[in-house]
């Protein structure tokens, strides 16, 4: 069977998506490494932030793994004191997990950090650019939003920057704020 040959531009741009990926996770992986919080405990805070009370089952679904490694990675997370496994009080046979206030805590403060990053790296963009890229990302993710079926998050992915920002100075730094953080994560 013959190897599939893709367009130039589609080559080009996996290529470009995944090196931004990567630079990406590296960077939030050194950031991570300053809150005590491995990937995958990030990558569970994050779903139970946005998807609060979910049972084992259900964080097992969204986070593709195993049941006896999510088992660990919330244990894990407990004696951090960044979740709370408690009884769902309608059927006692559930036990639902709740985020702590240090687990929003290191949240926040993580994607704080994160924006901080992205906005050194946005610095050397004109605004047009920076408003390209912006508008060009929203619309790659609402079509891989609108084909995977997931029409309620492709709305909000198209929704353009608060325009009521006002604006920086070149060269002064600022950290934004972290709410809103949890776009559907």
């Known amino acids: 069977m013959a190897e599939r040959e893709f367009p130039e531009d589609v080559v080009q741009i996996e290529r470009l998506v995944r090196r931004i990926a990567f630079h990406v996770r590296q960077h939030g992986r050194r950031i991570l490494g300053r809150f005590d919080i491995t990937p995958p405990q990030f990558d569970a805070l994050q779903i139970l932030v946005f998807h609060d009370q979910l049972t084992m089952g259900e964080l097992c679904q969204r986070l593709y793994l195993a049941s006896s490694t999510v088992t660990d990675l919330v244990q894990r997370m407990e004696r951090a004191g960044l979740v709370q496994r408690e009884r769902d009080p309608v059927d006692r046979r559930l036990v639902r997990l709740r ?18 990053y992205l906005e050194e790296v946005l610095e050397n963009l004109a605004p047009e650019e920076r408003e390209s890229v912006r508008r060009g990302l929203a619309h790659l993710l609402q079509v891989m939003l609108d084909l995977e079926g997931r029409a309620d998050l492709a709305e909000e992915a198209a929704r353009p920057a608060p325009a009521d920002k006002p604006a920086r100075t070149p060269g002064a730094r600022r950290v934004p704020p972290a709410s809103g953080w949890a776009e559907k994560a």
């Open 99 to 116: 985020v702590l206030d240090e687990g929003r805590r290191v949240i926040e403060a993580v994607i704080r950090e994160r924006r901080a």
